[in-house]
């Protein structure tokens, strides 16, 4: 069974178009993360929820909004897509925030591209 | 969180033991050195992590010098599999994952 699953794998759509990322985690974690990973590959981390409360906001334009139903589940929405929100969204979740089980594990990624 | 310093890349031949350097030399003494793999357009993998004392599972082992200030994973018999960006990453607040090491391994 996968650990953390994100869908879709690929988006593409049009400047300005709403859309939604799903993740999705199956390990009983407390903690879920979103990071962006753009084309020259720095891989950043925009948002941290810990059950279903959001701790961290790294400066990331009010466009993107995560949604916690609950604490397998982490979703990103993005509003008014621009052509530079293309990238590759990767979630992941970790045990709790600190100390030894911090170990995070990251889903597939989603290769969201913007025209 | 401290800064963190290592090559751009490196090659290993296939069955040779890869040794990736990290210098961490701002590490805190609370900072857990963790390090994480990309293979080509998939999700990071965890591979170790550890404060002082060395660690070694089923994938690696991480070497950490006594002042903490460095440290080095190795993969004991590199396959063509472990091709990949290697993230060295200490960690006391958020991760934040720099540039990493290109490993390739080569036939």
């Known amino acids: 069974d996968t650990a953390v699953s994100q869908t879709p794998k690929y988006l593409v759509t049009q400047m300005g178009n709403d859309k939604s990322i799903k993740c999705e985690q199956n390990l009983g974690h407390d903690t879920m993360y979103w990071y962006k990973q753009d084309s020259k590959k720095f891989l950043k981390i925009m948002f941290s929820?810990?059950?279903?409360?959001?701790?961290i906001n790294e400066t990331v334009p009010n466009r993107f909004s995560p949604k916690s139903p609950d604490k397998a589940h982490l979703n990103l929405h993005i509003n008014s897509l621009e052509l530079g929100d293309s990238a590759v969204y990767f979630c992941?979740?970790?045990?709790?925030?600190?100390?030894?089980?911090?170990?995070?594990?990251f889903g597939p990624g989603t290769r969201l591209t913007v025209l | 969180d401290a800064k963190t310093t290592q090559p751009p890349s490196m090659d290993c031949a296939e069955g040779r033991a890869a040794n990736l350097p990290c210098n961490h030399s701002t590490i805190s003494g609370n900072e857990y050195v963790y390090w994480y793999r990309q293979i080509h357009s998939q999700g990071p993998q965890y591979i170790i992590h550890g404060l002082k004392n060395n660690e070694t599972n089923e994938m690696a082992s991480l070497i950490i010098t006594e002042d903490r200030k460095s440290s080095t994973l190795i993969l004991p018999h590199a396959t063509l599999r472990d091709t990949a960006v290697y993230y060295c990453?200490?960690?006391?607040?958020?991760?934040?994952f720099g540039t990493g090491t290109s490993l390739t391994v080569i036939p």
């Open positions: 992941a979740s970790s045990p709790r925030t600190s100390g030894r089980g911090y170990t995070q594990y």
């Open positions: 990453i200490p960690r006391r607040g958020q991760f934040y």
């Open positions: 929820y810990n059950n279903k409360e959001l701790i």
